[in-house]
């Protein structure tokens, strides 16, 4: 199996500021990886896909880049609705994985 | 509009059984992956299988590989999992999710997610 390992665990940041989150793999996933929103007592939603792809709806402050084995999600001006918990998602292999999270916190 | 909605969850003793649904609308169910996906009260997200469109690969996690079966009816647009001999490490929301597809086929994302069923075990 791929391991995906996400840091910091956890950040503490400002309306304004710009935000990145890594995540490092195991192994190569080519562009193989997704990064997820989770706000508390609501299912995930989708960010950004194939490492760099902004999903439908997405505001534009969310990107995503990074190949083979290390990865980064930036928000460009922190938002209040953004304070939340990230995660990323190998897809490289069928047996899925994702990382251990990363809170924004105020 | 994509909908998916998650029954079944529930107290089990450990060892016991049970069988979570979901049931989705809004989109052509047949031609998408679909996963469960779960996650322990105050924990991460822990990815636990994965079915094709046409039901013919499934995938598990080694966590429990065994034990559960991921399954669908595409007549009724339903997506299930069966999960036997349960542990309280089993206790989590359990999230259906449906699957974006890139690259082709070989990526996966989840694009649209149920609001989750809670499984407890406990005796």
């Known amino acids: 199996d791929i391991q995906v390992t996400q840091s910091p665990s956890s950040l503490s940041a400002s309306v304004g500021d710009r935000v990145t989150i890594s995540c490092r793999a195991s192994r190569t996933l080519l562009t193989y990886l997704n990064w997820y929103q989770q706000k508390p007592g609501k299912p995930p939603k989708l960010l950004i896909y194939a490492a760099s792809r902004l999903q439908s709806g997405v505001p534009s402050r969310f990107s995503g880049s990074g190949s083979g084995t290390d990865f980064t999600l930036t928000i460009s001006g922190l938002q209040p609705e953004d304070f939340a918990t990230y995660y990323c998602?190998?897809?490289?292999?069928?047996?899925?994985?994702f990382g251990g999270g990363t809170r924004v916190e105020i | 509009e994509v909908q998916l909605l998650e029954s079944g969850g529930g107290l089990v003793e450990p060892g016991e059984s049970l069988r979570l649904s979901c049931t989705a609308s809004?989109?052509?169910?047949?031609?998408?992956?679909m996963s469960w996906v779960r996650q322990a009260p105050g924990k991460g997200l822990e990815w636990v299988s994965n079915i094709r469109g046409n039901g013919d690969d499934t995938y598990y996690a080694d966590s429990v590989k065994g034990r559960f079966t991921i399954s669908r009816d595409n007549s009724k647009n339903t997506l299930y999992l069966q999960l036997n001999s349960l542990r309280a490490e089993d206790t989590a929301v359990y999230y259906c999710?449906?699957?974006?597809?890139?690259?082709?086929?070989?990526?996966?994302?989840?694009?649209?997610w149920g609001q989750g069923a809670l499984v407890t075990v406990s005796s």
């Open positions: 999710a449906k699957g974006k597809p890139y690259y082709g086929d070989g990526g996966l994302g989840f694009d649209y």
């Open positions: 809004g989109f052509s169910f047949s031609t998408y992956a």
């Open positions: 998602q190998q897809a490289f292999i069928s047996v899925l994985t």
